[in-house]
């Protein structure tokens, strides 16, 4: 978990990294980010194996997440990917 986030779960007394089991079939991020107790309205998207995805991407065994919170600036809102995430979604795609 990155920046708000990061900061969230340890002010709860959390771990900042977590292992979750995923089933063979795969789980949804925005699942996953309720499990961890994240609030769903501070992810503003969630690297998975290095790429960005909206909150709603399946993550299957093996995958490397990371939630991504809202208020990246916006330089590097393009340069992540976080942008262009939030709009596939938006559009549907």
Not at 38 to 43: A, F
Not at 56 to 85: C, E, K, N, S, Y
Request: glycine fraction near 12%; aromatic fraction near 6%.
């Amino acid at each position: 978990m990155f920046g708000a986030l990061h900061t969230i779960r340890k002010g709860r007394g959390l771990a900042s990294i977590a292992e979750v089991l995923i089933p063979a079939g795969g789980r949804r991020a925005r699942d996953i980010a309720r499990e961890l107790d994240l609030p769903l309205d501070k992810i503003e998207g969630v690297f998975i194996n290095a790429i960005v995805y909206d909150i709603d991407h399946l993550i299957l065994p093996g995958d490397r997440v990371a939630f991504i919170p809202t208020g990246v600036p916006g330089p590097h809102r393009f340069m992540l990917g976080v942008h262009q995430a939030g709009q596939a979604k938006k559009n549907n795609v």
